[in-house]
């Protein structure tokens, strides 16, 4: 199924706070950013992301972006110009 990056982006933090246990909330804090700033970001009615964010997100994972990205979300995403 394709999907949007945004999409694609919410699923894959969504997928590895699954596999290791971690609640939203956690994801937040071990970042050292504010719950509403994850929260804002799996909301499906926005629609903007921002890398910064992302890596910061990435950074308290102890993960790259490049890991973050390589994952089968991300291999078949929607054109995004319509």
Do not use: W
Not at 22 to 30: D, F, P, S, Y
Not at 44 to 72: S, V, Y
């Amino acid at each position: 199924m394709k999907m949007m990056v945004k999409d694609a982006v919410v699923q894959r933090f969504q997928n590895i706070c699954s596999s290791r246990g971690i609640k939203i909330n956690e994801l937040a804090v071990i970042s050292g950013v504010t719950p509403s700033t994850v929260y804002s970001m799996l909301d499906p009615k926005r629609r903007k992301l921002q890398i910064a964010t992302i890596k910061i997100l990435c950074d308290g994972l102890g993960m790259t972006l490049a890991e973050f990205f390589d994952a089968p979300e991300f291999e078949t995403l929607e054109q995004e110009i319509r």
